[in-house]
């Protein structure tokens, strides 16, 4: 009896002590509603209470082991608790505290000319761009002229076709560019065999941190304002600009152009939602940082120039402040739909895409879809076009979000979790993460998700990232228009009622 008793107070006194720690974690996470936490406590004080009368009170040994090995249970159920509160908190934080980018520049030269054993040299004439991404280049420049104790030659060059024409006809002996600018001739008319021509001797990822930028001001609404309500708190509405970047590996602060322009427009008052996708072809002005810019390019490219310039530009198409951004890459893509299970996303067409030897089928309605076929619904556009490619952006992001706020997920937590790490980044503060889970458990509230879709007309334009006739996409400010008034019925708590899709033209 003493031995059994003896056994079963150590293992209260391990309880009480994991329950110190989980409390900690609990509360370092702040994920968990006051009102289910009073709760939560009010049942495992009568818990312990009981484990207190089969461990002290209890005069029968069968009882008193049976307390200990309750108590043992329950510090194993608390310490995988509380493992996970940490990871949760963890991965959270890890994704919100990135403050760099990464731009690979890369020295190109003839493949017919070099092999496996080429190096460089100071003898060299490097071709260089005049002004794009100028600044990571002078880095890499100085880095070379370091390593190999000389001053380099170079020659500078208005535009990237340019300077790889240079290097195609001699002109130069080898270029110094980022390697996102060459990927953007794979498809141009003139330049195919680009890929088997050069040959990339070295490379320098060059890192730069971000400007933290202030709050923006709020700009002043001529809409009706919306009634009060007995809510005790407002939350001020914001809008994530959601990106999916062309890099694959679990390097997310790589720039890349971005497949993927997606707007959410969130307000956590009134639970709606607008998801605005805008063609990656679109012919936009680019906003660069610190002085106003005309320079017309694809959506896409901004995102070579870093994420804050793909912000800026929307922000300007839309004339809005784009708070936040959250970007993942394809391999990230893959990891968080397989954790999630797979996702139901229901599909306006039928069409067939062909992608890394294989064939993929997707029907008009829902389809059950794999992290591997989500990534090729939402990339597919050869059968389909550009409008309908952004409309599976917004259907899948709709089934993500249906996934995500259900309740299976907290049978897929731990699996979430380890996908999350490394997978994607966004520049959402904890705070404002940790609020919405909050909120999503205390009141599992119903979210009204509405998707627009702006149009154009194909055209061929100039490009400044390229500086020749490419495809484009004129934009229709009809629908421009349109897009406007639905962020600021979002924004100012009105109701959405738009329909779904736009028409193509």
Known sequence: MKKSRLFSIISFIVLIAVSVLFAYYVYRSQLIPARILLLALILYIIVLCLLVLLVFR???????VLGGVLCLLLCVVLLASTMYFNRAVNAAQSITTTKSEVSTVSVYMLSEKTDDSTVLSADLTYGILKEQDRANTDKVISKLEEDLGSTLI???????SGLINALLDQDVDAIIVNSAFLQLFNEVEGYENLASQLREIHKIQVVTEKEEKPEPT?????????????????????????S????????????????????????????????????RDYYVTLQFDGYQSYIKDKLTHAGMYGVQVS??????????????????????????????????????KEFWEYDSGKDYHFLEGPNQLSGEEALVFVRARSNIGDQQRGRNHMSFIKAVIDKATSSDMLLRFDDLVKSVEGSFETSMPYDLIRDLVKDQIETAPDWNIVSYNVTGDGASAQVYSMDIDVFVFLPNY?????????????LNGEVLTAPETTPDS
């Open 478 to 490: 009809r629908t421009v228009n349109t897009a406007k008034e639905l962020i600021q019925q979002v």
């Open 311 to 348: 912000m800026d530009t929307l922000g300007l198409l839309y004339d809005i402040d784009v708070n936040y951004y959250f970007r993942v890459n394809f391999t990230g893509f893959v990891d968080i739909v397989n954790a999630l299970g797979g996702v139901t996303v229901d599909s306006e």
């Open 218 to 242: 709020k700009k002043p609404s001529t809409a009706k304002p919306v009634q009060a309500t007995a809510e005790p708190e407002k939350k001020d509405p914001f809008i994530v600009y959601i």
């Open 58 to 64: 209890s005069q029968q040994s069968f009882l008193v």
């Open 154 to 160: 170079t020659k500078t060059f208005d535009s990237t």
């Open 244 to 279: 999916g970047i062309d890099t694959r590996g679990k390097e997310m602060i790589e720039k890349s152009r971005s497949d993927v322009n997606v707007l959410a427009v969130i307000n956590p008052n009134t639970h709606q939602i607008l998801l605005l996708t805008t063609p």
